[in-house]
Every structure is written in C-alpha cells, then in structure tokens.
C-alpha cells in the first residue's frame, strides 16, 4: 500500500519527509501551538496535518477567501491558519462540540497575535446546529472557504451543507478522506465512521455542483471547488 500519513506522525516515509520538508513552512505561533499540542494535550491524532494547512492557506491566499468556516476546532491549529492566511477583515467561524482544548492550548497562543485571535469567532456546540442556523439565517452561498475535520459520521451531512452555504468558486477541503487506508476496503473496515468516510467520497465524486479532486496528503484530503 502506499503511504498514507501526516507529517508530524512516526514513520520513515521518504517521500513524505522530503516534499514536507521542501513545501512547509509554518508561521512561528503555527509550529508553537503544534508543539504544545503533540506534547501536552490528549488525542493528538485529531491535530491536522501541517502540509494540509499548508495546501488550505494558500487557497486562501489564491482566492482572497475572507468568510470561512472551520468544522472541528480542536486546540485552535486549523483556525490558526486560516486567520493567518486571511486578509484583516476576514471571519473565522470555527465550530465544536467542546472548545475545553482551544481554550487551553490555542487561546494563549493565538492571542499573541491580535489581528488574527479577532477574526476567530469560536462557536460551542453541535456543528450541525449552528451550520443549519447560517442556513436558516439566509447565509447560504455567502462563505468563501470551508474545511472539515471534525466527527467522521456526520461527513456527508457537513459536505452537503459546505455546498449549500458556498458561494460559486468557494472551495471545501475534507481532512481525514482516506482515513489511513481504510476506505480503500470498506468490507473489511465497515465500522460507522469508515463507512461515512467512503460515502462523502463517492458522493463528492459524483455531485454535478462541484469539481474535485482526491489527493494523497496528510491522511488524505478531499478538495472540492463549488461550480
């Protein structure tokens, strides 16, 4: 099988060690909050792949995106960049369960940073709640930028409603879209995340309202661009 990880994980991937090296580049607060992170927090598979955020901010850049929406906040790495990539009066919607981590490990570093701690806009409770709220508040395809990283069941409910609330050109990345391989044998790996995993990606592959491309990094990542 080919290899499948994040950079930041033990292996002894070459090919995964040289294009990280030659293509990442972190901010400093970036590499101080993945630090802290990996060293002191629980769970630490849940932070994304550096080349990942990498790959998001410069879409940013590349489209000027300034309304975006960040589905699974964790310690803060993923709103982090956002809001390092993103011009001064760019939002942050960054949604969680539980934002108990993001208080203590993103907050203190992120603050360092005035401009970018402003354009986050921490909301605590379910995702879906609050995307269907932007729905029902007529925020649909108004937002510039979507990324998805967050409860693997609800995968197909947050891409469907990241194409609702798009705008034309708006783009959705899907953190976690092979799932360390395991959607390449949804027989034998068919437990509900898994399954959800393989069906967001087959109901992406066929939606006639984007454009989209399934690409080995990280632990996979599903890019699609709103028509």
Not at 22 to 32: F, G, R
Not at 72 to 84: F, M, Q, R, V
Not at 107 to 126: F, L, T
Not at 152 to 163: E, F, G, L, Q
Request: proline residues 3%; hydrophobic residues 40%; aromatic residues 8%.
């Amino acid at each position: 099988m080919a290899s499948i990880g994040k950079s930041f994980e033990s292996h002894h991937d070459p090919v995964i060690n040289y294009t990280t090296k030659l293509s990442v580049n972190l901010h400093p607060l970036q590499k101080e909050l993945m630090d802290k992170t990996l060293a002191e927090a629980e769970m630490t598979m849940m932070l994304g792949a550096p080349e990942v955020l990498t790959f998001g901010q410069h879409l940013i850049q590349l489209t000027g995106a300034k309304k975006i929406i960040d589905v699974g906040t964790y310690t803060g790495a993923s709103a982090l960049a956002w809001a390092i990539a993103s011009k001064d009066d760019a939002k942050v919607y960054t949604l969680d369960i539980d934002h108990s981590n993001y208080k203590k490990f993103g907050v203190p570093i992120i603050s360092k940073c005035e401009k970018c701690i402003k354009k986050i806009e921490a909301i605590e409770k379910s995702a879906i709640e609050t995307l269907d709220k932007f729905i029902a508040d007529g925020q649909s395809g108004t937002f510039d930028f979507f990324f998805i990283d967050a409860d693997k069941t609800n995968y197909p409910n947050y891409y469907h409603k990241a194409v609702q609330l798009l705008k034309p050109g708006g783009v959705v990345l899907v953190d976690n879209a092979l799932w360390s391989g395991r959607v390449l044998d949804i027989q034998e790996n068919n437990d509900p995340g898994t399954v959800a995993i393989d069906t967001m990606n087959r109901a992406i592959s066929a939606d006639d309202k984007t454009n989209s491309i399934l690409l080995n990094l990280g632990d996979g990542l599903h890019v699609a661009f709103k028509k």
